[in-house]
């Protein structure tokens, strides 16, 4: 669905606009369907600040929560941007909005140049499905629909379908474990904490950290020797962090066992 996004309403002669530490994919996208583009830096805090947003562009796309870094932009602030470019698709992609943010959704009514997108594969445990949703006005729908029935018009099969109607009509179960993942995350947060660790604040069900005399590449090095795997980017601004994934209490546990280790030992000793 966002590859479709991306060919429905980013084709332009001025760029798309996105943070210049996000989902990986929208460069891909662009590359794939020759969109050209322009990086906006985040803030020193890794924030977005919308106010870099306004100047002439193809279009805006953004990760709220942001990937990899957990960061929560307001409602308030999505308004602003919607409000300051209005000849312009501005699209919100809610991968992580279950773990922690409020839903863009609410604005769709008002901002015909809103699009925001969700996917089952996170909140909703079921990445294999292959299942996302977009929902803004009827015209940016249609030009979806085009793409999408040019493409296939049968993109998502029955038993998908079947599969994400039942997974949204299971409200108990999506909020015990949306619930389950924001309170390990908490403690997990906690716990990096009291290892040194500076955490971002996250709303997704990762988290992303920095220990202040370790480096990053070696310590995610050390842990993939204990059979714990952490994920390191090799990317300016961000090559000291991991982005940690948010685990169940007993995975969380065996993750700061080895950390625990892999900081005492004689080769990280201060
Ligand atoms: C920010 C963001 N958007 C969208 C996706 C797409 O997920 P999927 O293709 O599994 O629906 C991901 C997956 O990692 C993501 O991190």
Redesign the pocket.
Known sequence: M?AHVFQALFQHSTPLLFPDIT?SFYPVYCGLYGIGYTTIPLANDFTLRVADYRRPNGGIIF?NPN?PTGCLLSLADIEWLLTHNRDSAVVV?E?YIDFGGDTAIALVDRYPNLLVTQ?L?KSRSL?GLRV?LAVGHPELIEALERIKNSFNSYPLDRLAIAGAVAAFADRDHFEYTRRAVIASREQLRTALGEFGFEVLPSAANFVFARHPRRDAAELAAALRQYGVIVRHFHQPRIEQFLRITVGNPEQNAALLAVLGEVLESRRWRD
């Open positions: 966002l989902y990760a990937a992609d991968a996917t594969s990445a996302g």
